[in-house]
Every structure is written in structure tokens, then in C-alpha cells.
């Protein structure tokens, strides 16, 4: 059996907010088969930090800090084998 790669994407969003942008992103993340998403500067606040963000990446994690733009944001695709060992 071939070794699986991973595909990782990392980009600067400049504020994740609006949800036409995420479906948008998230679209085009689909499209590429993209496995890991790192996106930087979601500038999520703790009451707007969503619960849900796509079908095909719903395990995800962010990590808020005390100013919005220092937000980040790693998602996940569904079929990318994932457990958490410790906290």
C-alpha cells in the first residue's frame, strides 16, 4: 500500500466572519482534496467563535487570544483519521 500524503493549507483570511466567505473557502478547499486547514487571523470574538463550519471539515479546533486578529482556526476533512490523546 503507497504512503497517504497529507495536504495541508495554511493561509491568512483576514477575518472569517461572514459565512459566504467560509462557504466559499470551504468550497475551494473541498475542490483541492485539501486534509488540514491552518487559517490565521479569523477574528473570532468568544461570543462569535462558530459551532459548525462545513460537511466536509467538522472537526475543528480555535484557539482565541485577547485580540481578535491573532485568531486561529485548524480544521480538519472528514475522512482525515483523527484522535486526540491528551489536553
Not at 473557502?25 to 470574538?45: A, G, N, P, Y
Not at 461570543?47 to 484557539?63: D, G, K, N, V
Request: aromatic share 12%; charged share 15%; hydrophobic share 40%.
Amino acid at each position: 500500500m503507497p504512503p497517504q500524503l497529507l495536504k495541508i493549507h495554511s493561509q491568512n483570511v483576514q477575518g472569517f466572519n461572514s459565512p459566504q466567505k467560509r462557504a466559499k473557502v470551504f468550497h475551494h478547499l473541498k475542490s483541492q482534496q485539501i486534509d488540514m486547514v491552518c487559517l490565521q487571523e479569523s477574528r473570532f470574538s468568544q461570543s462569535s467563535a462558530p459551532w459548525y463550519l462545513s460537511p466536509h471539515y467538522p472537526t475543528f479546533y480555535i484557539a482565541l487570544a485577547p485580540e481578535k486578529r491573532q485568531v486561529v482556526l485548524i480544521a480538519f476533512n472528514a475522512i482525515f483519521p483523527l484522535s486526540v490523546l491528551g489536553i
